[in-house]
T-cell receptor, first 109, second 114 residues
Framework: GQNIDQPTEMTATEGAIVQINCTYQ??????LFWYQQHAGEAPTFLSY??LDGLEEKGRFSSFLSRSKGYSYLLLKELQMKDSASYLC??????????WGAGTKLIIKP | NAGVTQTPKFRVLKTGQSMTLLCAQD?????MYWYRQDPGMGLRLIHY???????AKGEVPDGYNVSRLKKQNFLLGLESAAPSQTSVYFC?????????????FGAGSRLTVL
């Protein structure tokens, strides 16, 4: 079967750095996505990785290793507004998105 | 630019009742999707559409029907609601399904079936 694993919950301190991991086992691979979802709101797109390596976008970076079936989302200079759930999703060989259950990130002052 | 709009935002139904969720997008996107989101689980695809007049089943289609009569609208119907259909429903749209297929989501519709 297809599976996306990510931690259920993480806690970090304002101003610090946090890394949210995602491991996947899917039928084929056509890219990995990270979405941010604030409580009670819609998911919004953060990043897309299809090749190995690091993609940087401001305070957020996303890394991919296809051989290891592994990605992480790195958030720097954490702000209170970063408190949200972070969803990892993989596009399989049929271009269907497989979603992880999400990681709830709690930022403490 | 409104993006993706879902109505209603909240609804309470009794078992056996029917209802329709409406999704409208103003981005001229070809692809539209209906997902449900339940605690502790990833988003699960119910049905999707690759263009006006087309629909296809996703991962969890049972108990739901959809229609895409106009390109901008995608309707999700529950003919006979069951408590297992209590969930938050998200509509999304995208330009296509390949490559960097970024989804734009609606704000969600919270449905409770008693």
């Amino acid at each position: 079967g297809q599976n996306i694993d990510q931690p259920t919950e993480m806690t970090a301190t304002e101003g610090a750095i946090v890394q949210i991991n995602c491991t996947y086992q899917t039928s084929g691979f056509n890219g990995l996505f990270w979405y941010q979802q604030h409580a009670g709101e819609a998911p919004t797109f953060l990043s897309y990785n299809v090749l190995d390596g690091l993609e940087e976008k401001g305070r957020f970076s996303s890394f991919l290793s296809r051989s290891k079936g592994y990605s992480y989302l790195l958030l720097k200079e954490l702000q209170m507004k970063d408190s949200a759930s972070y969803l990892c999703a993989v596009m399989d060989s049929n271009y269907q998105l497989i979603w992880g259950a999400g990681t709830k990130l709690i930022i403490k002052p | 630019n409104a993006g993706v709009t879902q109505t209603p935002k909240f609804r309470v139904l009794k078992t056996g009742q029917s209802m329709t969720l409406l999704c409208a997008q103003d981005m001229n996107h070809e692809y539209m999707y209906w997902y449900r989101q339940d605690p502790g689980m990833g988003l699960r695809l119910i049905h999707y559409s690759v263009g006006e007049g087309t629909t296809a089943k996703g991962e969890v289609p049972d108990g739901y029907n959809v229609s895409r009569l106009k390109k901008q609208n995608f309707l999700l119907g529950l003919e006979s609601a069951a408590p297992s259909q209590t969930s938050v429903y998200f509509c999304a749209s995208s330009t296509d399904s390949s490559g960097a297929n970024v989804l734009t989501f609606g704000a969600g519709s919270r449905l409770t079936v008693l």
